[in-house]
Structures are given as structure tokens and as C-alpha cells.
């Protein structure tokens, strides 16, 4: 028998000296603690346990009542008695407060002190032991990995496991305590009555059903419920579990989808599908099965394959391979044939590939036939094989040199046209390795030749120099596209020399031309232009530069109008486009004003020509600013000339007239001073007649210099 341990609540030590003289024998083994004060009792509740505890309901230093709500509480499994030295009244309540038993009159009644700790302590272990129960069956309730529930009449919950919080999203039971099922219920029908109803109908509740989580996420769900009821089968409450089954439901809709998917697909491709068991008989056709035989999906649907497959002969054979695959001696096979049709119609060749489904046991369960037309195919072939002897005709008459090589560079076919080229019969060059006739100018570019070659990659217009037969150097473009065979594997090269050798020759001869006239072009002495159509400056040379002071970065590909004066610019462009208009006017000389970058006015002179053959033009420029400017000068001077010259004759005139009219007066009315006068006036006379002289020798001056200045 194991220890009692009990602890007592009073304010002094009666009831503990009643429990030691009276209570404890030597053959019990129960153990005794007094608690008087409150500080005691939490002190030796720290650190001892106690089996059972005896409350007196009249202590001065604590309520009874809240004391047995503590036990209760915190030591549930502690058994609870109140007492008392006198009241009853008082322990009716302590029993409705928590306590398992009460003892009235403490100490008179010995033996009721014995069985009410007996009994408390018996109820003590009762609860412990149900608590042991209640634990491990709340375990498997919280653990299980189905959602589990309780719910009243109206559809509130009573309880719920964890397992159905979370699938609602929420932590924990007590998250749901004041929610209703209707509550998370997605009502696909509007005039369903599962949300709108008070009272829970169990039939609503059941089945798959959508719900919403706390987050708005709906599941899909499968409930299945138990209503319990009273013996008037009024409804109780209703238990229930809960799967999540969105997973399923999405893979479920996701293979009806991709069922229906394919079947589209197979119904829409160009290409006939049949599905046979494994008897052969058909259980799915598409819609390409019924174009060509011209029959419905049901005329089909339950027929033997091979016996509607192919014309008669043919499916003899068809069915003989047909039945190895039914039979899993084979998993695959392939066949070609003109497949049954309708008197009148043309004939119609097909490829059918046939494989097996099997199960787990590697029987066959199914057999899927693919088939092609391939009419235009076999058309093609024959076309192909007229073709193949018109591409040799043409090979053979080409005037390049066309040849191939094998994986390891060795010539298989040499046309022809080698014996033009280079000198050599094509039996010759067949059997012999790639680079064997060709020249390379040093050992390094065998290796970047060899490189081109084993890239496996199209190459266009390589230039390769050839040896001729007579030693020559033939200059050669070769093209070729490597050789793959229906595996995918690199086979050769297919190629195609051209001879470029006397091309090469015209494009050097043409290169040392245009330097030759690229030279002259710099080197003029004179300011040049190369414009287009359009008037842009396509070239400029460096005395142009120069001239006007632009990098030839800044002139060309510019129009050049923004180099011309605006004074001229309207007129020059005009007489430009029209001379570009009629080439019968060319060359046309021009005239007008340039700008120099630091915006000095130049007067120009240019010759305007187009170069043969080209849409380009050549200009060439002369600066006659200086030629301008002395040309105004010279203008001036002979206007002054001519000025003093008037203003000259006017003087000699203006001395002359009134020299007569003294002459004259003097002979009149002067006689003794008349040789005088006469004296003097001759001598005036003569210096105006060397006047005129003078004024005809200038005349003759000015004459001179306009003759030879003009």
C-alpha cells in the first residue's frame, strides 16, 4: 500500500490533533501537513504533492470556495474535502463548488472522517485514470490526419481536432468555438438552402463540398457526417469528418482536360489515330480516320482493324505483322500500302506505325496505329529520281566545277568541268585527299583551310587558289554545304568552285585605277568635288579642304548648299537640277560666292561634268576672288581716267573762249599795247594747244590700257 499523503487547511492544529491521536494508526501509512496561513500553504505546495486535501470551510485567513476553485483548478486530480466543526448548509456548497466529499461536526464521527478521505482519494485516482483515457483518445483525435467535428442543431461548433482547424486555416479548435459550419460553406447554387437554414440538415452537410479557408482560398472537400439524436429523434448534434480532396478534384478536372485536350488535338491533326484492344477491334477513331474512308466514327468504332485497313492484297500482309503485335512478339512495326477506298477514287498511300500499351504484366492491353499520307511523298520520289538525272545534266554542263568529299576529305565525285578548270580528268582528282590541288602561299593556311572544313558548317565564296595542270595559279570561290545522312552523321561536303581568276584580275586592274585616279584627284593643283543626284558631296580632295577651311568629317555626305552664298543659292540650285535633268548641257560653267569657314565670301569659278556611266558629278573650283577684286579696281581706275579727262578738255575749252574774245578787244580798242597782248596771248595759246596735245596722248593711254587689261 503506498503512502497517503494529506494536507490540511485550518487556522489551528484541532483537526491535525484529531487526525494524529484519533485517525493514524501504525498499520496506515498516511502522511499529515498543516497549512494555518496562506504563505505555508503556497511554500509547501511548491514542494511536496498531495493525494488529498481537507479545506476547513470556516478559515479566518481565506475563502473556502475560492480555495476549492484553486484545487480544482490547478490540482484536479487531488481529491477535495471540506469540512467543518458544526455547519452543513455550508458544505452542500462546497460540494457544488468542486469538492468530492464533506465532513460536518469534525471529530465526531471518526469513521465518517475515514471514508470521506478514502473516497476522495478513490476519486482522485478515478479522474487521474480518465484523464490517462481522455488524454490518449484527444491524442488520436488531435493527431489524426482527418478533420474531425462536432456541431449543434444550428450548425455551431461544439468541437473540432486540429487537423480540421488547419484545413480551415485557422491554429487551433478554439479559433472555431464561436463560428458556424455554414459559415465557410461556397454555395455553388444560389438557391441552395445550407447557408440560409437555422437548423443543421444532415443531408446538406454530406458529400463533396466546397469550402472557403480564413484567407478566401476555397477547397474542395469530402464530409461525411452522423447525426445522433434523442429518443424522440429530435437532433442532437452532429459528428463528422473532413478530407481535403482539392488535389484530387484539380488533378481529376486537370485530366479531363488534357483528355479532352487530346482528343482535340487528335481530332484536329492531319494524321490518322486508331486505338485497338487487344483483339484488335477498334475502340477510338479520330476525325481524320473518318475523312479518308469516307465512314462515321461508329461505323468503325467495334470493327476489326486490319480486315477495313488496305486493299485486299495488302492487308494480308498488313494482318500477318498485325497479329505479331497483338500478340507481343513485337512492340512496333511500320507498313506502307494504298488503303481501301471507294471505287473511282485515286489511289492513296499511307504509313502506319503501330505501337502496344501494356499493363504491369507486360501484357498488351492496346494498340495504337498512327498513319500519314504519304501519296505526295511517293509522287515525290519519283519526281525525285527525273530529277536526280536532270541535276546530273546539269551538273555535268555547268561551267563550274562542282565535287564532293567524303568525312575524311577525300574526293567521291569530281564533275566534268575540272578538265576546263584546272587541267585534270575528273578520274583523276576522285580518290585523291582535298587539299591536293590546291596552292597555299605558306604552311599556315593549310591549317584555317582545314579548320572551314571540319567546322561541318555552310560556307559561301572562300577564296582558294588552285594549281593548274600547266602550273598555273587559278584563283577559285568555293561554296559548299556539308553532307547528312538520315542519321544525322556528318558524311562530307557537297561544294562548288567557280573560277574568279580573270574577275580577280579586272578588280586589281580597277583598284591600281582607282588609285591612279584618286591621286590625280588630290593632287590637281585645284579644289575638287564629287557630288551625287541628290547633290551631296560624296568626295572632296585636299585642296578643296583647304580652300574652305571644313575636315573632310564636316564636308562629306552633306548637301553642299550650305556652302553657297544665299544670294546665289536659289539660282545655282535651279540651274544645278536642271543640268542634272538634260546631260546634253554638260559641262556647265558657273559662277557665285562660297563660304569659308571663317566666314570669309569667296568668288568661285566651277566646271560642272558628269563622270560616265555614273550618276556622280565632278566639280572643279577656282578661287577668282583676287581676279574680282582687280577687276573692280581696274573698273575704278578707268572711271577716274575718263572723269579727269572730261574735266581736262573742259579747262582747255573754258581758257581758249574767253583767250579770243581779249585777242579780239585788243585789236579794237588796244592798238599801242596790241603786240603785247598778241605776244602773250600766243604764248598762252601754245601752252593750250600742248594741252590738247597732252589730252590726246592720254586718250591714246587710256585706249592702250583698256586693250591690253580687257
Known sequence: MTNLNILIIDDNKKAQSIFLKQILTKNEKKNLTLANDYQFLIKVLKKETFDVVLINIDIKWGSANRLLQFFAKNYPFVGRIIFSYSQIQLMKDGVRLGADSFISEFGKNLERIEFAVDFADERAKEKRELSVTVSEYRRLF???????????????????????????????????LDKKIQDFFVENNPKSKTIQSQTINPQNISGQKQLRQKEGNILWCLIESTPTFTKDDVLLYLDGSVIDITAKIHLENELIRKSN??????????????????YGVIDFVNDKVERVYGLKKNDLIGKKWAEILFEEE??????????????????????EGVIRQSPGKEKKYFIWR??????????????????????DMKTAQEETQRSEKKYRSLVETSSDWIWEVDEKGIYTYCSPKVKDILGYEPEEVVGEFITKYRFFEDQEHIPVFMRIIQAKQPFSQIENFYTHKSGQIRIMETSGVPIINAKGEFKGYRCIDRDVTERKEAEAALRE????YRTIFENTGTSMLLLNTNQEIILCNSFFRKFIGYSKKEIEGKNWEWLIHKNDLDRLMNQLKETILNSDLLPIELEFQMKTKNRKIKNVWTVVDRIPETDLFVVSIHDVTEIKLLEEVKLQAFNQIDKNMEQFAILVDSIRNPLSIIVALSDIQLK???TTILQQANLIDKIINELDNRWLESINVRNFLKDRMQ
Request: net charge negative; glycine share 6%.
Open 314 to 335: 495488302t492487308n494480308k500482309r498488313f494482318t500477318k505483322m498485325y497479329n505479331e503485335i497483338l500478340s507481343g512478339r513485337v512492340d512496333y512495326f511500320r507498313f
Open 672 to 674: 599801242d599795247q596790241e
Open 142 to 176: 488531435d493527431n489524426v490526419p482527418v478533420g474531425l467535428f462536432r456541431i449543434d442543431v444550428n450548425g455551431g461548433f461544439l468541437a473540432c481536432n486540429n487537423a480540421f482547424a488547419k484545413i480551415l486555416g485557422y491554429e487551433n479548435e478554439i479559433d472555431l
Open 261 to 278: 485536350l487530346l482528343e482535340l488535338y487528335l481530332d484536329s491533326a492531319n494524321i490518322c489515330f486508331v486505338i485497338t484492344d487487344k
Open 354 to 375: 503501330n505501337n502496344t500499351i501494356k499493363n504491369s504484366s507486360n501484357e498488351v492491353v492496346a494498340v495504337v496505329s498512327s498513319g500519314a499520307e504519304i501519296t
Open 513 to 516: 585605277s582607282e588609285i591612279r
